[in-house]
């Protein structure tokens, strides 16, 4: 949420616009926060049971752990299909809510998002280039070409100071220009009518202070979202795997049009025939008995240098073609990714709370501590821990290294076993983190150590 605070800030926006912002990225955040939510809570409330030693007297009364955690486990299964419908019907439209709105946000003060050292130009018929910037919002160093009477008649204006602001109606800007000069072709038609004259007259104009209006409405307007209803974050499972088939139908075909447009037409074809170069006294049908070794062999040294060249151009032309093919072969496959890893994504957010849950309950159980403490402490480092491997699935399948599958599921095939094994501890009343329990059995190692010495 952060990360667009530049968005907001000093751009007048109403109070609504920006608890609609909040709200929409609340609701990116719940994928992350639910996991953590379960495993804490599963932590602290398992940690209590067993400090206040009432685990302990369940199962005294014949109560085994399974039955203890049944109806929980229950609940968080429940917890995790609604979890599941979250990021597949709720997740898509806030998303694509939030991306049209951080858009629309964007373009309501231009001014706030001129980059540094680059030409700008979201202002129509303008190109802005600012070296620097100021704490107060002044412009410095700046260079602009105005294109709004047509790319011929292009009028260029240096200025050591500028400001951008917004009218009071919204609807212009006001570009405030100090100490500067201005560019501008003196006699623009006869310059269209003599192209070919070296010497083009122009005005130059110094100026201490300089105002230009430029025409744009900078009243909050919103983006339309159908514009984002192509992206990945906007679909739910049967329009991601719907994508996933057409695109991969599409990238099929292109391979295969590539492939043999390639092949039939640049080698076993009969493109560019003409332009083989033979020996004078060697017909084209004497050629099929010659290797390509000794038809080189054959010509003179000029000739050589000709079968050199188109050789070298023809294969500079394979390769670009090859590298263009590429190019587009790898723009289907990113957009398969893309929806893969958001397919898988809904179904790995589930299963997490459920691995959540079977690792804070018997965590809670074998550790015996309660409240704010241990808890949190636990459940922040586990959870750093599911990031960073869910984070490095993620970036692996996103880079095609691993196929996507493997990476989205990449943290849950780790902590389930972990899981898996302290239910099993816990069920079994291991003393897995009891310190006393571990001096005691090192004390008993060194011991059978030193008697053998």
């Known amino acids: 949420m ?3 605070v530049t968005d907001l800030v000093g751009k007048g926006i109403e109070l609504s616009v920006l608890a609609e912002f909040f709200i ?17 809570s599963s ?22 752990l399974f039955r203890i955690i049944r109806p929980l486990a229950l609940a968080v299964a429940l917890l995790s299909v609604g979890a599941f419908f979250f990021s597949n019907n709720v997740l898509p439209k806030s998303q694509m809510k939030l991306w049209a709105l951080i858009f629309s946000l964007r373009q309501k003060s231009p001014e706030l998002q001129i980059p540094l050292g680059e030409f700008y130009d979201e202002i129509s018929g303008y190109h802005i280039y600012v070296r620097e910037k100021t704490k107060d919002g002044a412009l410095l160093n700046m260079m602009i070409y ?9 009028t260029v204006m240096v200025a050591d100071t500028g400001r951008l602001t917004a009218s009071a109606d919204k609807h212009y800007l006001i570009l405030d220009l100090i100490q500067g000069e201005t560019f501008e072709n003196l006699d623009k038609k006869q310059q269209r ?30 983006y339309d979202e159908s514009i984002l209803e192509d992206q990945h974050v906007s679909k739910d499972v049967v329009k991601l795997v ?29 493109e560019n025939t003409h332009d083989v170069v033979l020996p004078e006294h060697v017909s084209a049908e004497e050629k099929q008995r010659y290797d390509l070794d000794s038809l080189y062999a054959m010509l003179s040294m000029p000739k050589k240098r000709q079968v050199y060249s188109v050789a070298r151009e023809k294969a500079q032309n394979y390769k670009d073609q090859i590298e263009y093919n590429a190019l587009l072969l790898e ?29 804070g309950a018997p965590l809670g159980t074998i550790i015996r501590k309660g409240g704010l403490g241990a ?26 290294l691993w196929p996507c599958w493997a990476g989205m599921w990449l943290s849950s095939f780790i902590l389930l076993p972990v899981g898996i094994f302290l239910t099993y501890k816990a069920a079994t009343d291991s003393p897995l983190f009891n310190p006393e329990v571990w001096t005691i059995k090192l004390k008993h190692y060194f011991y059978r150590v030193m008697r053998k010495d």
């Open 43 to 64: 932590l602290i409330s398992f940690g209590n049971l067993a400090e206040k030693v009432e685990l302990t007297a369940m199962k005294a009364a014949g109560i085994s």
């Open 331 to 359: 723009d289907a496959g990113r957009y398969i990714r893309k929806h893969e890893i958001e397919l898988y994504r809904k179904f790995t957010l589930a299963f997490a709370c459920l691995i959540f849950f079977f690792i």
């Open 242 to 270: 719907q994508s996933i088939d057409s695109m991969r139908v599409i990238s099929v075909e292109r391979s295969r049009e590539q492939s043999n447009k390639l092949v039939n037409d640049r080698y076993f074809g009969r």
């Open 24 to 40: 929409y990225a609340t609701a990116s955040v719940v994928p992350l926060a639910l996991p953590l939510a379960i495993l804490l």
């Open 193 to 222: 009518a003599t192209r070919t004259t070296k010497n083009i007259p122009y005005r130059r104009e110094t100026f201490s202070h300089k105002r230009i209006l430029i025409d744009f409405d900078t009243d909050f307007n919103r």
């Open 146 to 154: 105005d294109y709004s009477g047509g790319f011929e008649n292009a």
């Open 375 to 400: 808890p949190v402490i636990i459940s922040v480092i586990l959870f750093i821990i599911y990031y960073i491997i869910d984070n490095t699935g993620y970036k692996m399948a996103r880079e095609a």
């Open 2 to 4: 952060w990360m667009h």
